[in-house]
């Protein structure tokens, strides 16, 4: 039952497994106190943040552990801002970093504080020279991820690391989706990570902070962890993550080559097998392990039970597969096609084999999905005479309206237009996808009393 | 090698450590993911937060687990005080409560808020006609912990709980050190928890926030857990702690007796033994396992060595021992003796000889400690007749000035002053503890050009 979604989380490690069993009667006192099973503790502990210190490339005295990839953020975000409070609150980050990012944003917006938002490309990349811009003098900090976790492109981290140094502003890279392959190169300020992506339990994140850089903790004090994180240190845990991210260093060069190749297959495979299929992200500059592509006419949530029921689990940032139906915001950022979207993350060992089959199984899913939808075929039928027509998917969520469209589409003349009223929020980013990989003329949005107007001309 | 510091951390209970060996294959999946590993771990944190509910007592939907006691603590603080900030900022507290709430009310006191500090008797309980007077109606939050953590003193929860039902405030109880016992009677609002305090592993507390009461949850958002704790869950840690507590429960009535009896004898024979020695915290309500007295003439930190070099962990709230160099703020709000502190909290299952070669060993090193200081005897020597005597004890640290201030006392006739001219904290809260344990006269303090002069009056 192959388990295609390590960048939400990763199986834990062997040696993870290993290192917490063997930590669990060693470590379990608090550091903090004097007698022999607390100074083992401490032992312990410093010796890890000795090995995390390496693995992310700065010094032990300069990194803290967390209770999670998302608190490293919020710390961090939080630490940076308020030490920089008198220089300003205007705060840089890309259009697709993670959600624990965003919030951070958020809490600093309410309390006062302004955003500038970097836009990235079609392929996720975020604009360098969108970073230059943004770094007024008045900015307090800037937040690049090192690589997108829903679509695997890579950012120019160093590169807008060296323009925040020459500008002054430090800058955070969330590191979560990396760190198992490297350290992150450039000469960041801060750096977020999180273990159970690597392999390493649940319940650890770390948060490094370079010397230089002004810092100041937000909430309620504590003296564990430099101040930096609050709670009782949760050493065993710790121990197995720093083994774990040790172990999948070893090998991580080789699984890098090899997963590459894994992706590039069904990058390349995909639109062979599957009719209408847009894959995303960076080709070139992305993740080894990761790839995403949106299947047309498809809606998310099937197509994951579906392949679900074939044995792979996989994820997708289809509007219909997130609580609040609306679709991920990365795939919005990058205006591409966002209905029947899928996340494959490869954990490091993952068999070829699986890989081919997964193939298989993807192209008879999406085909099933589809059936059930009666999305229209591929094979384009000859037009109707019929201008001017208006489709009414209101209360149609997700792939409905693109479906309707496409349908109609194919009865109206070439120069003829199609509204689609539609009050699903994932169409307002899937209809002009839709023209654009259709070779169809998106006219335009306008709101409508429910909803809103959307208009095509069809041009083939 | 016995542990005698259960208050600090439990060592982890065997069935916790069966439960998280099992989860760790079955529970690492995103519990919101739709593909099979993520049902079960959903499943697996559905069953925990039952059973968490139930030891507790309260709804499933009424309890979220957080990272830590510390952040079950600081979230509940925090989310209670600012849902009811229209009604008032007042927080009231007992003078007792554990540094995660004092720091929590330090933060909302720089934010703006008021405090009201309910002060505790000489055995450490609150006082619930002092909460009763607190009840301003201003009043935001009220908290007040089931048991003190340095002494074991159980406080009126019940009734300060009604009183505040009365008052339409909400009560939060920081139930850390006596959820292994039993659910904490009465009907709170709001409940803390740490689960290595019970025998769980670390990184794992629970926070429950009863229906009907309002909850804000501050910083940033996150769709986990009700909102009300961020970060990724820790499925596998979380099965291990509830599986501990339920473990713990099943012979937490039987235990209770057992080691109720063992502290008893500790409270007996201590001052048998132990010429000059203080044993504080209430001698009946008070928590089965814990007890603490402190020895005269006796700095904490060497006393620590001096039982861990014989085997013994225990812990103390002497200055000495402390990284801010001040004594226990607990021990400083009784009014009690403070140097020389010892806290002994014996894990379940502790061996009766253990306790008894314990008695054997601080006996000897007490005496050593009073040795190695030039402690004075306890045999009082004939006065000689020296009178308005000044000890210059600056620059001296606790234990010292008050071992200075007992030898020129010797000297002094009935009716003569000593003065006493000392810089440590530690001196203003043990100089009158000293003088009540001696039958003097304590006259008072003054300041003075460095740190303050203390005077006290040969009675007996």
New interface residues.
């Given amino acids: 039952?192959p388990?295609f979604?390590a960048a939400?989380?990763a199986?834990?490690h062997p040696v993870a497994?290993e290192a917490?069993?063997a930590s669990?009667e060693e470590g379990?006192?608090?550091p903090?106190?004097?007698?022999?099973?607390?100074r083992r503790a401490r032992m312990l502990l410093d010796a890890a943040r000795e090995a995390a210190a390496e693995a992310v490339g700065c010094r032990p005295d300069e990194l803290v552990f967390t209770?999670?990839?998302?608190?490293a953020v919020?710390a961090g975000i939080s630490g940076a801002l308020a030490a920089r409070r008198r220089v300003g609150r205007r705060l840089v980050l890309s259009a697709v970093e993670h959600?624990?990012v965003l919030?951070?944003a958020?809490?600093h917006e309410a309390a006062g504080g302004t955003l500038a938002t970097v836009p990235v490309d079609r392929t996720g990349r975020a604009s360098s020279t969108g970073f230059a811009e943004a770094l007024a003098a008045d900015t307090a900090l800037a937040c690049l991820q090192s690589a997108n976790h829903e679509v695997g492109t890579e950012q120019p981290v160093e590169e807008v690391a060296r323009m925040c140094r020459e500008a002054g502003v430090p800058l955070l890279v969330d590191a979560a989706q990396s760190l198992a392959w490297g350290p992150v190169a450039g000469d960041w300020s801060l750096l977020a990570g999180?273990a159970?992506k690597w392999g390493g339990?649940?319940?650890v994140?770390l948060l490094a902070v370079r010397k230089g850089t002004r810092f100041s903790p937000q909430?309620?004090?504590?003296?564990r962890e430099s101040g930096r994180s609050?709670?009782?240190?949760?050493?065993?845990?710790v121990l197995a993550a720093v083994a774990a991210l040790r172990a999948v260093r070893a090998t991580a060069a080789q699984e890098a080559v090899r997963l590459h190749g894994l992706v590039e297959r069904i990058r390349t495979r995909v639109p062979e097998l599957v009719p209408d299929v847009e894959v995303v992200g960076d080709p070139l500059r992305r993740l080894p392990h990761l790839v995403t592509f949106s299947c047309l006419y498809v809606d998310g949530?099937t197509l994951?039970?579906e392949?679900?029921r074939a044995g792979?689990?996989?994820?997708s940032g289809s509007s219909c597969?997130s609580?609040t139906l609306t679709p991920s915001h990365v795939l919005k950022a990058m205006g591409v096609l966002s209905e029947g979207n899928v996340r494959v993350s490869l954990p490091m060992g993952t068999a070829e084999a699986d890989v081919d089959r997964f193939l298989e199984v993807l192209a008879t899913a999406v085909r099933t999905v589809r059936e059930k939808l009666g999305a229209p075929r591929t094979e384009r039928p000859a037009p109707s005479p019929a201008v001017g027509r208006v489709v009414d998917a209101l209360g149609k969520r997700c792939p409905l309206p693109v479906i309707e469209l496409a349908k109609v589409m194919a009865k109206v003349p070439v120069g003829g237009t199609v509204t689609v009223l539609a009050d699903d929020e994932a169409a307002r980013l899937d209809i002009p996808a839709w023209c654009t990989m259709r070779g169809q003329e998106f006219v335009g949005e306008r709101a409508a009393e429910r909803g809103a107007a959307y208009v095509v001309r069809r041009r083939v």
């Fill in positions: 039952m388990y979604d939400s989380s199986p834990l497994r917490l069993m669990l379990w006192a608090d903090a106190r004097l007698y022999r099973e607390g209770p999670s990839g998302t608190q919020h959600s624990s919030h951070s958020e809490v999180s159970h339990p649940a319940g994140g909430g309620p004090r504590d003296e609050s709670g009782f240190e949760n050493i065993p845990a949530e994951l039970h392949l679900d792979f689990s996989v994820s597969t609580s």
